[in-house]
């Protein structure tokens, strides 16, 4: 007894499909991080041979991570990776455990309900551009008066904002594929496999 058991097969398909696209690309993303870094400090201990730092490494790396960790989130959350209490859940019946995992996975879309919304509050007022009726549209506010960006490298700060905000948008659409899924298991009676 599932609620559009055969529509929620389909849609797990392609949030899986989704998720482990973002999961590959925070993957490359961190790889690149951690290749920037190494690089980085290999010129640093070659200064003498005419080598050096990376310039803007520091900010290439920060940026690199944040993005990584909102292409992770969707993966860790399709696949049941969030921390939990086993030993306590373990013991209860079935029907219990799986309404249990509801309760976590409507506790965990709207957290990420939140990020997503003020994510989205922070890259309007981060991105300079549109004209004030597109921007109150938009809910953007005002226009900023001075375009932020990087130290070093002056990077746009609202690119790595927007990119940010694509990841948490998949998040949350993922977040509601598994409280969907959720709900099944507990119609169903217990949990299946994530």
């Known amino acids: 007894m599932s609620l559009a058991g055969a529509a929620e097969a389909r849609a797990g398909r392609w949030v899986e499909a989704l998720a482990r696209g973002f999961a590959i690309a925070g993957g490359?993303?961190?790889?690149?991080?951690?290749?920037?870094?190494?690089?980085?400090?290999?010129?640093?201990?070659?200064?003498?041979?005419?080598?050096?730092?990376?310039?803007?490494?520091?900010?290439?790396?920060?940026?690199?991570?944040?993005?990584?960790?909102?292409?992770?989130?969707?993966?860790?959350?399709?696949?049941?990776?969030?921390?939990?209490?086993?030993?306590?859940?373990?013991?209860?019946?079935?029907?219990?455990?799986?309404?249990?995992?509801?309760?976590?996975?409507?506790?965990?879309?709207?957290?990420?309900?939140?990020i997503l919304w003020r994510l989205y509050l922070g890259f309007g007022e981060k991105v300079p551009y549109g004209d004030e009726a597109l921007r109150r549209a938009l809910a953007f506010g005002a226009r900023p008066y001075f375009a932020e960006s990087t130290y070093e490298l002056a990077i746009p700060i609202w690119i790595p904002y927007g990119l940010a905000l694509i990841g948490a948008g998949v998040f949350f659409l993922v977040s509601l594929y598994t409280m969907w899924r959720s709900l099944n298991w507990v119609l169903d009676g217990q949990e299946g496999k994530p």
Do not use: M
């Open 28 to 114: 490359v993303v961190l790889t690149a991080a951690a290749v920037i870094t190494s690089a980085s400090i290999i010129g640093r201990a070659l200064l003498p041979l005419g080598l050096g730092p990376i310039k803007g490494d520091y900010e290439l790396v920060g940026i690199g991570c944040a993005l990584a960790v909102f292409a992770f989130l969707p993966w860790c959350q399709l696949r049941r990776g969030h921390v939990t209490v086993d030993i306590f859940i373990s013991a209860l019946p079935l029907r219990a455990q799986a309404f249990l995992g509801f309760l976590g996975d409507t506790l965990i879309t709207l957290v990420a309900g939140v």
